[in-house]
């Protein structure tokens, strides 16, 4: 009889903590999905996929083109970085339930192409205009050169005011931390192209 009551004592209390668990987890899953993030890193997570994709057209314009060795290695690193770090931006939105930028359904200046509304907010530092986009696009040689370099740096620096804002705003440490390595990563490039500039 003790041994039968022992059991049954033992098997309420595994009971009550497996659902004490469950609980913990599930609100563990529900603060991971949206209690950790605020309005700041939902804008700096769409805007900056929007700019991203900006910079991997520029960087895949160089394709095909009469360049110096630095620049073609710079447009790479760029691919490599940055198409990574917009998967990376599109989950975190998903996981909010907010909205995905769809950069393949915007035009080179981050127009929507579908319904004629701006991809993004066109105060965005460092974005180019369709105008500038198809002056690099058509430009070749040195010209080709000298353009991309001197729009690269431009939009660099407008991604590094974006990332500096998160790094102040944000809330969701992995927004914040990536914002970190965005401003580290893009200066460094940018000390690179503006030594290139100089040598044209």
Known sequence: MHTTQLRRATAGTVTALLAAITL????????????DHNEADVAFASDMIVHHAQALDMAQMVDGKEVSS?????????EAAQAPEIEQMSGWLEQWGEDVPDP???DHSG???????????MEMPGMMTAEDMAALETAEGAQFEQLWLSMMV???????????????????????????EIADAQAEEIERMQAL????
């Open 70 to 78: 630095e620049v073609e290695e710079l447009a790479a690193e760029i």
């Open 197 to 200: 500039l100089e040598q044209l």
């Open 24 to 35: 913990a987890a599930c609100s563990s899953d529900e603060a991971s999905s949206g209690a």
């Open 104 to 106: 393949a359904a915007m």
């Open 111 to 121: 127009m929507d192409m579908g319904s004629g509304d701006m991809g993004m907010d």
């Open 154 to 180: 431009e939009h660099h620096q407008g991604a590094i005011e974006m990332a500096e804002t998160e790094q102040d705003q944000g809330e969701f440490d992995p927004a914040v931390d990536l914002a970190g």
